[in-house]
Every structure is written in structure tokens, then in C-alpha cells.
């Protein structure tokens, strides 16, 4: 009896993780397909492969770091579009499938295509409706010159919402604000090459009645002295300013207010000096407002405009021009010591890492199933082997990304909310693995990738939630590589563990009320154990993270226990799972009790981990997020493990009472 | 009789029930400090006095209150704690090898209560705010609010006479205490004491409460703003009496941490001032400011870096010593933390002052130790387990 009931439970829980898996998928699948229907853009063609390769290692200094330009491009699109890759239909219909370094491209040089591009991802179209643009869908993707027309209706909107208090918002008008910041600032990379374009004109300049004639900026600033001393001489005399001379003047400071921001790629000329030049900085630069020297700012200027002419005329000229311009800035910057991981960086991103190891985890969970269902025999003896060689296969390239972001950061691992993710990704999966080496019952293996599946899907979707470059470096306070390893790397090894003692109880309930061990009472304790194990270990790191965090605050702000609520968090994983032992050891739980509070022990870390971060307030300030509900349906989720896990017990006692 | 409140003391049970209580205690106050602030909620869950036994958690998810069942207060469940622990994890424990590790870990956590003990009986902390190129050798109290009565004679403060806060504080309306100064001609009558309040002109608006109105002016609880403050900006104030040992009462006074100005009193043509203001904490040596370097990662706001140089002088010498986030100066007991900075938002070239935290605290180093004791406790007892775990006969057995 108890042998059929376990085949049928097998069966179904086979299904069910099928069905879980299948979510799994689904999710992903939504989350790559573009939203709406494709659009054509007229004239599009795809940027050759060479070019973009070019394009991707320009240094840019932003976020506090030089980067390259392909991950700049990355987090605006992914702050603006809401993903990193878009697809369009070129002017023949063929699909295109445009990158970040693509889309960056098209939005400095080739403007008049990129205006076209759906790059504006807005979730609700009511924010639309206010400022009377016609809209499509709820969620959808719009182009910049779809909401071009309601731009002077956004910015007076959003000013009158900014006046509102924070918090008192409603969401559209949070959306809105976000609009008009997102538009201005894409406004700022847009027209950033414009004065390379337009040049200037010169006014009177025209013979016989024929247009003026237009100047390159790079020319005007060569003359810039001379203009000084006519415009001094004018002045002495008393005179008003010649009016040809005031309308280039007014003409250059356009120009270097129009690309004042957007891409910040030149390197200041002073090795002293931390802060680059924008374009617009290196034009302000000959009018006397900016530091840099005049003759690298007419060089710099003279080599932007060469670039961002020839990009009319044929693409292979135009590569060679970038060339010739990114050896420049490439040069510079290796003098400064600022270019030493871009090529890391380029790599790291192109090679999509954790995509990759999502792929593999993904198979090692199929095949996983796969194995738990067939049972012992060669097919299941086949299946661990390819089961393990995926998950291993996962791992190695979840960490080869982690120690790459390491050299590139200089710092360890762990610094911000994306890097415990990844960080717990990996060590989950680790941990996972030593408890299968341990116990050799192919149920730690199986939950690995699952694990691992789970967790990078999580870390991909807070990228994209978050959209700030993620690499970015810390503030003060954490600027301390010694403490970041030994109290930060505990800590979030502790929220593996105990993560992971929740996952390993939730899959011992559920087996349990599938009775799938029901004749092997052996496998049943060897769950207990790990878990329990699992349990110790989350205790370990969570006690030892704690106290070091408290000797690090100590050394910082001179207290050792601030009450702040990412200390607490900790404090509750280290009082609940100290609790969980100490009832253990006086029988008050025992094998039902330890996996009940197991599985509770994740809702504990998930408040340590992600909650206190929502509550504003402390000096754990770092990733504050905004998808809260997220939040409470994983504490539903676990609410619901829990009642699954007594009506097991409540049905199995029943069974047991009649048995005897 | 004795043998079983012994094992009720030292049992799992109440180790299991304390633990989890303090659990739901930590959890509240977290929740509860985002609203009230963390100066009044820590107040509320971890007060030492009688009047906290049981506290009422207020509980608000989405914005709708939740009723909640009382709870024991923080301080007497860490006091129960603390016995359990002495009792059970110390007296009662199981000996022998194996349990080793166990006893080493438990000690090693009674280490760190104690240390926390200490800091919270024994630690004083304050700050000193010094601008470059001078120098300081007071620090001043975050909390507590002090009233000083000084002499003065020819412009300088001759003698002080300093009433502590934890004297006053307790003066709630209705209550007044008088303060014997042997020095002076006169005593000090205080009352009506409120931790956060401002003076306020009768005439622009009239006492709501009925308060005392001394010289045109009632003291006023300063209303609770949205986003609670923090309490180190609270201003505090009391109503005053000048009793001379010769004559009458005078007529009451406002001293409040908010005025500018002390009181100043005449008597026998001898001159005193009185004035509530946040102690003063005089320094073994001399700070002086050198330079002070706020750095921004390039191109942000993000900083990257507060660093102050500084060099400290006393009778024996001076010692250059850079005081910057991370790295304080620990000096004779005292430790100077990089805290803050000002002026906000200052230009290239403008003079700029540090401000540091000074904390005097004789359990500073404790966690330390005791961390290295509990780790190296937990260490034995897990590995031990674990070997004797991955030994046992059946592990080799595969199975699906």
C-alpha cells in the first residue's frame, strides 16, 4: 500500500515541481518578449558588429567610476525601456534585435532613428493620459516622439507633483515624475552630438544675398582669443558688442550647455584631476568656465565633431573615425590609471554570465525531477551524473562572474543588495552540494539548481527594478575592504543557510504529504539532520556576522548596538534559530517541530535580507527598493507551507491512530 | 520546593520562551522606531524601570492597526535571560568533552551582556565640534540636558555648579525639588520639567494646559512633527525659582535648551548666571582641528571619504593623529569618532569643522573577546556533531 501511494506521490510531485518549473519558464518568457506589437522603423538599418565592439570599451565616467560605455548604455536602457535588449522591425521588415551598446549609439549618433525607438517602457497609461499623449496598451513601450507632443504638459505636471511631499504621491504621479526625469535626461544624450551637427552659423557671413555660412565649434573656440580681445576692445571704447560677435558667443554657450551632460568621455588633462569633461564642459572650457586646457578641449571637440559627422556618410568611415577617437580616450585614460578592467568589464557583460548558469540550472532541475521520479536504476544513476555535472557546471559560472565583478569593484564580493543575491545564489547551490557529498541521497542535489534557478531569476529581476548600475562604488562608511569581508560575506552566508534550512524542510513537508518516504524512514532523517545542520551553520554565521557587525559599528559610530533595523534583522535570525535549538534540546519539537520552524526561519531572513530595507529608516541605507508586495506574497507562501505541513501531520496522526 | 524553581530557572523552556520573546520585542521595536522614532521606542521596550514591565506593542501592517497582546519588557526578559543562562547554559549544563563547546559559548555570551551592562551603566558619550586651525578640549552631551549656575566676575565665569539631568528630570508638572548651593548666597528651586519643549510668548498665544506664565513666557511640549526627530535635538526647559538664603522666593523663570541667553541674577553685588544647556564634558587634552577632507567619489555626491587631521596635546606633548570613518582614535579610555561635517555644502577653500563623537566606554573592546569566546564555543560543538554525524555507518547508502 504504502509502495503505491509512494509512486503515485512521486508522480505527483513530479508534477508539481513541473508545473512550478513551467512558471519558471513563463516568467522568463514575459519578461524577454517585447511588449506589444514589433514596430518597423523606416531607414533602420543594424549597426555593424565591428562598430558596436569599438563603441562598447569608450571609458565614460559616471556613477563615481570610469565604465564602458556598453554598461552606461545597459542601465539607461534598463532605467528607461525596462530591459536590456529591444526588438524592431528594420526598413526591409526584417526583425532586429537591438543591444545596449546599440541602442546607445543610435541615441548619440544617429538621433533622428532613435526618437523612433520604443525605448520608454510606461506601466501605466494613465501617466500618458495626463499629459494627453494617445495611448496603447496598459503597459507598453513608447517612442520619444510618441511622447514628444505632451512634452510641456510632463514637465508642468511634474513639477506641481514634485511640490507634493514624498510618500504622499499616488503611484501615477510617482510615474510621471520619473517620466519627466527619464525624457530630459534621454533629451540630455539625444542632442548631445548636436553641436557637432549644426556647427555654428555665421551671421552676415553669406555673399551676394546667399545663406550665412556655418562653422565648426572646434573653429570658433581657435579663435576664441582673438574674440576676447575685439569684445575688450569694444568695452574700453564703450561701445555695445558687435552683433555678429554676440550672436556666436550665444551660439557657443548653447552648445555647451546642450552637452553639458549625457556622456561624460574626456579625460581631464591634469593627472590631479578626478573629474572628467563632458563635450559641453570642453566648449565652456575655451569661453573661460571650465578647467580643462584649451588646446585638449579643441582637440577633444575637433575629434567629437569629426566622429559624429561621418556617421552620415558610410559606415566603415565612421568606424574608423570611432577608432581613432576611442584610442584617444583610451590612451589618456591608461595614463591615468582609469582604464585598467574596462576590457573585464565589456567582457563580463557580453558574456552574460548568469543568464548562462540560469540555462544550465534550469536543465540540472528538469533533470533533477527527472531522477527523483525513476527512482534508483541505471536511468536514475544516468540522470544524477548529468543532474550534477549541470549544477556544478551552473555554479563555476555564477562564481567566475562574482570573483571578475571582485577585480573590477576592488572590493569583495558582497556591497549591495544585487551582490547578496548572487553571492547567496552561489552559495546556496555550494552548500547545497556539500550536503549531498554528506548524506550521498540525491535530494540535496536535486534542490541545488532549483535553488539556484530561483534565486538568479530573482537577482535578474531586481537588476531591472532597480536599474542603477550595480557595480557603482560604496560610500564611506562601507569603503572598508577588510570589514566587508569578515562581517558582510558572514552575514549573507548566514542568510544562505538559513534560506536553504527552509527550502530543505519545505521539500521534506512536501514529500511527507505525498508520502513519498513513507517506507524509508532512513531518508527521513537524513533530511531532519541536514536540516538541523543547515540550522547550526545559519546560527554560526548569523551569530558571528552579528557581533562583527557590532564590533564594526563601534569602530564607525563609536556604539556597538544601534537598534538600527538591519542590526535587529540579524539579531532575530541569531534569537529565532537559537530558539529553534534550545527547544530542540528540550524536546519540546522534535522531527515535525524542527521543520515547522525551519521553514519559518525563511521568513525570518527574508525580513532580515530584504524587509528592514523597505522600513527607510536606519543607516543601512543602501538598496531601497519599492516592489513591497513581492514581499508579502513570498510570506503567504511560506504561511501556506505551514498549513500544508500541519494538515500532513493532522492526517498522518489520524492515519496512525487507526492504524493501531 | 527549591529544586524545582532551580530547574524551571535553568530549563530549556524558559531558555526557548525568553528567546522567542525577545525575538517578538526586537521585531516590534524595529517596526514601531520607522513611526515613533528610536529614542521613544527604545525607551518603551528596553526602560529599566518597574513602570515598563509589560509593554504595549502598537502593530500597523499596511497602515492598519493590529491588536496585540502585551508583552514583558525588554530589560526583565534580558534579566531573566541572563539567570537562565547562568543557571542552565553555566550550573546545569551537561560536563564532559563533548559538551565543551557548549560551556565555552555560553560564557562567552554572558561576557558580551555584561559588556553590555557596563556600556549601558558605565559608557558616557558626547560630541566635540571643532573648525580648522582651533581647538577644543570640552565634548559635549548628546542627551542630557544640565542646569548650570555660574559666577561671574569680570566677564569671566568664576564658579560652576552643575545640576545633573537624571536630578531634575523626574519634575513633571506639579513637582518641585530644591537644590542646596553651599557656594552660592542662594538655592535653586526647579519644577515643571519637560524633555522637549520651547518657551512661548502669553501674548501671541494663550497657555492651552494652564501652564505657569513666568515673565510673559509659558513652556510649551514641542508638537511631534510627521517624520519623528531625532532625540538628540530635543530642547529641554523647566521653570525655576531663586531661593536667597535672606530673604523671599524670587519670582519664577524659564530656563530652557532652546533660549540663547542664561538667567542672570544679582544679588549682594555679586553677579551668577543660570542656564539649562546640554552638559559639558572636559577632556584629559586638547584637540586641534589641522585639516579636515570631505572626498566624493568623482563626479557625485557619494562620499568616499571624511578624514581629520588632528593633533592632540596634554602636559605631556602633542601627537599628530588622523581621525577618519572607520578608524577612530582611541586614546586614555576615550574614543573620537569621525561623526560629521559642516558647512553644508561648503565652496572649495571655505574653513570647514569636523565633528567628532566621543565616547568613554570600559567595555569598548568586550564584543570583541567574547565574540572570539563564542565563536570558538559554537566551532567545537558544531564540528563535533558534524563529525560524529558524517562517522555514522548508514551515510554510505545510496538511496532515491
Known amino acids: 500500500m504504502s509502495n503505491n501511494s509512494s509512486k503515485v506521490g512521486r508522480w505527483i510531485a513530479a508534477g508539481l515541481a513541473l508545473l512550478g518549473l513551467a512558471a519558471v519558464f513563463y516568467n522568463l518568457v514575459i519578461d524577454n518578449m517585447p511588449k506589444g506589437e514589433i514596430r518597423q522603423i523606416a531607414n533602420y538599418t543594424a549597426w555593424n558588429k565591428e562598430t558596436l565592439k569599438i563603441a562598447e570599451t569608450i571609458p565614460v565616467q559616471d556613477g563615481g567610476r570610469i565604465k564602458p560605455l556598453s554598461t552606461f548604455g545597459g542601465f539607461k536602457m534598463l532605467s528607461l525601456h525596462g530591459a536590456r535588449s529591444m526588438e524592431i522591425k528594420d526598413g526591409s521588415g526584417k526583425p532586429v534585435k537591438i543591444t545596449p551598446i546599440g541602442w546607445m549609439m543610435d541615441t548619440l549618433f544617429r538621433p533622428l532613428l532613435a526618437i523612433k525607438l520604443p525605448t520608454f517602457r510606461i506601466d501605466n497609461s494613465a501617466v500618458l493620459e495626463a499629459i494627453g499623449v494617445t495611448v496603447g496598451n496598459k503597459r507598453d513601450r513608447y517612442s520619444y516622439a510618441d511622447i514628444e507632443p505632451g512634452r510641456e504638459k510632463l514637465i508642468e505636471l511634474a513639477k506641481s507633483y514634485e511640490a507634493i511631499e514624498k510618500g504622499k504621491r499616488d503611484p501615477v504621479q510617482d510615474q510621471l515624475i520619473a517620466l519627466a526625469y527619464n525624457f530630459r535626461e534621454y533629451e540630455s544624450l539625444l542632442g548631445y552630438f548636436g553641436f557637432a551637427r549644426t556647427g555654428v552659423e555665421l551671421r552676415g557671413s553669406g555673399k551676394n544675398g546667399g545663406p550665412d555660412q556655418r562653422a565648426d565649434i572646434s573653429a570658433v573656440m581657435l579663435t576664441v582669443p582673438q574674440i576676447r580681445e575685439s569684445v575688450a576692445q569694444t568695452t574700453a571704447q564703450g561701445l555695445p558688442m558687435d552683433a555678429h560677435i554676440q550672436s556666436l558667443m550665444e551660439q557657443v554657450i548653447d552648445a555647451a550647455n546642450n552637452a553639458k551632460f549625457g556622456i561624460i568621455i574626456l579625460p581631464p588633462a591634469d593627472p590631479e584631476e578626478k573629474i572628467w569633461f563632458s563635450a559641453g564642459n570642453a566648449i565652456a572650457s575655451s569661453i573661460g568656465a571650465a578647467k580643462q586646457s584649451p588646446q585638449l578641449a579643441i582637440h577633444d571637440i575637433k575629434m567629437l565633431e569629426t566622429t559624429a559627422r561621418a556617421v552620415e556618410e558610410d559606415e566603415g568611415d565612421f568606424r574608423t573615425k570611432l577608432t581613432t577617437l576611442r584610442d584617444d580616450l583610451v590612451k589618456r585614460a591608461e595614463a591615468r590609471g582609469d582604464y585598467k578592467h574596462i576590457a573585464l568589464e565589456v567582457d563580463f557583460y557580453r558574456m552574460n554570465w548568469f543568464l548562462n548558469a540560469l540555462a544550465f540550472y534550469i536543465l540540472a532541475s528538469i533533470t533533477a525531477l527527472a531522477m527523483w521520479t525513476l527512482g534508483a536504476g541505471t536511468a536514475g544513476r544516468v540522470l544524477f551524473w548529468i543532474t550534477l555535472a549541470a549544477t556544478v557546471t551552473g555554479l563555476v559560472l555564477c562564481i567566475v562572474p562574482i570573483v571578475q565583478r571582485c577585480i573590477i569593484m576592488q572590493r569583495p564580493p558582497v556591497g549591495n543588495l544585487y551582490d547578496t543575491i548572487i553571492f547567496i545564489a552561489a552559495n546556496v547551490v555550494l552548500f547545497s552540494l556539500i550536503i549531498e557529498w554528506m548524506t550521498r541521497r540525491r535530494f540535496a542535489l536535486g534542490i541545488a539548481p532549483i535553488l539556484g534557478t530561483l534565486l538568479i531569476i530573482l537577482a535578474r529581476r531586481f537588476e531591472v527594478g532597480d536599474a542603477n548600475d550595480n557595480m557603482d562604488p560604496l560610500v564611506a562608511v562601507l569603503n572598508s575592504n577588510y570589514w566587508l569581508t569578515i562581517h558582510v560575506l558572514t552575514i549573507t552566508l548566514g542568510y544562505a543557510a538559513g534560506l536553504l534550512s527552509a527550502f530543505l524542510s519545505f521539500i521534506y513537508l512536501l514529500t511527507r504529504g505525498l508520502r513519498l518516504f513513507d517506507d524509508d524512514r532512513d531518508m527521513r532523517r537524513f533530511f531532519t539532520r541536514a536540516v538541523y545542520g543547515m540550522v547550526c551553520l545559519t546560527l554560526f554565521l548569523a551569530l558571528v556576522g552579528t557581533v562583527l557587525g557590532g564590533i564594526w559599528a563601534n569602530d564607525s559610530w563609536g556604539r556597538f548596538w544601534g537598534w538600527d533595523p538591519k542590526e535587529n534583522g540579524a539579531l532575530l535570525i541569531v534569537l529565532w534559530t537559537l530558539s529553534i535549538l534550545h527547544a530542540r534540546l528540550g524536546g519540546y519539537i522534535k522531527e515535525w517541530g524542527l521543520h515547522f520552524a525551519a521553514v519559518f526561519t525563511g521568513a525570518v531572513v527574508t525580513f532580515s535580507w530584504w524587509h528592514v530595507n523597505f522600513l527607510n529608516t536606519g543607516l543601512h541605507s543602501y538598496g531601497f527598493t519599492t516592489q513591497k508586495g513581492t514581499l508579502w506574497i513570498f510570506y503567504g507562501v511560506i504561511l501556506a507551507i505551514l498549513l500544508f505541513g500541519v494538515i500532513v501531520q493532522a492526517l498522518e496522526k489520524n492515519r496512525l491512530g487507526r492504524k493501531s | ?400
Open chain 2, 1 to 400: 520546593m527549591l529544586g524545582k524553581i532551580f530547574d524551571v530557572l535553568s530549563g530549556f523552556g524558559l531558555a526557548t520562551i525568553t528567546l522567542i520573546l525577545l525575538g517578538l520585542l526586537t521585531w516590534f521595536a524595529t517596526l514601531e522606531q520607522v513611526d515613533n522614532g528610536l529614542y521613544p521606542t527604545l525607551n518603551k521596550y528596553f526602560a529599566t524601570d518597574w513602570g515598563h514591565i509589560f509593554v504595549l506593542p502598537e502593530l500597523y501592517i499596511n497602515g492598519k492597526y493590529v491588536p496585540v497582546p502585551p508583552l514583558p519588557g525588554g530589560y526583565f526578559v534580558c534579566a531573566v535571560l541572563l539567570v537562565n543562562l547562568i543557571l542552565g547554559g553555566i550550573i546545569r549544563i551537561r560536563k564532559g568533552w563533548n559538551h565543551f563547546g557548549n560551556l565555552v559559548a555560553h560564557f562567552g555570551i554572558i561576557f558580551m551582556l555584561l559588556g553590555a551592562g557596563v556600556t549601558y551603566h558605565f559608557s558616557e558619550r558626547g560630541n566635540m565640534a571643532v573648525s580648522e586651525g582651533e581647538s577644543s578640549n570640552v565634548a559635549e552631551d548628546y542627551f542630557e540636558y544640565v542646569v548650570e549656575v555660574a559666577e561671574i566676575k569680570e566677564g569671566k565665569v568664576e564658579q560652576i555648579h552643575v545640576i545633573r539631568g537624571k536630578d531634575i528630570d523626574d519634575l513633571a508638572a506639579g513637582n518641585l525639588r530644591t537644590f542646596r548651593l553651599p557656594d552660592f548666597p542662594f538655592d535653586l528651586e526647579i519644577s515643571g520639567y519637560l524633555p522637549n519643549a520651547v518657551p512661548v510668548s502669553a501674548t501671541e498665544r494663550a497657555p492651552d494646559q494652564g501652564q505657569l506664565i513666568a515673565d510673559g513666557y509659558f513652556l510649551m511640549e514641542k508638537p511631534k512633527p510627521a517624520k519623528p526627530e531625532p532625540a538628540e535635538q530635543y530642547t529641554a526647559a523647566c521653570y525655576a525659582r531663586i531661593l536667597p538664603r535672606d530673604a523671599g522666593k524670587s519670582a519664577p523663570f524659564i530656563l530652557a535648551g532652546a533660549s540663547f541667553h542664561p538667567f542672570s541674577y544679582r544679588i549682594q553685588d555679586r553677579t551668577f548666571t543660570v542656564d539649562m544647556r546640554k552638559r559639558l564634558w572636559p577632556m584629559p587634552f586638547t584637540l586641534t582641528l589641522n585639516h579636515f577632507t570631505a572626498a566624493f567619489h568623482a563626479g557625485t555626491m557619494r562620499p568616499s571619504k571624511f578624514v581629520s587631521e588632528v593633533t592632540r596635546s596634554e602636559s605631556g606633548g602633542e601627537a599628530k593623529v588622523t581621525i577618519q570613518m572607520n578608524e577612530p582614535m582611541r586614546y586614555e579610555g576615550l574614543t573620537f569618532f569621525q561623526a560629521s561635517y559642516g558647512p553644508p555644502g561648503a565652496g572649495p577653500g571655505e574653513k570647514m569643522y569636523s565633528v567628532f563623537e566621543v565616547v568613554r566606554n570600559p567595555a569598548d573592546q568586550w564584543p570583541k573577546y567574547s565574540l572570539i569566546i563564542v565563536a570558538v564555543g559554537m566551532f567545537i560543538t558544531f564540528m563535533i556533531k558534524l563529525v560524529s554525524f558524517l562517522t555514522a555507518g548508514s551515510r554510505k547508502q545510496r538511496h532515491v
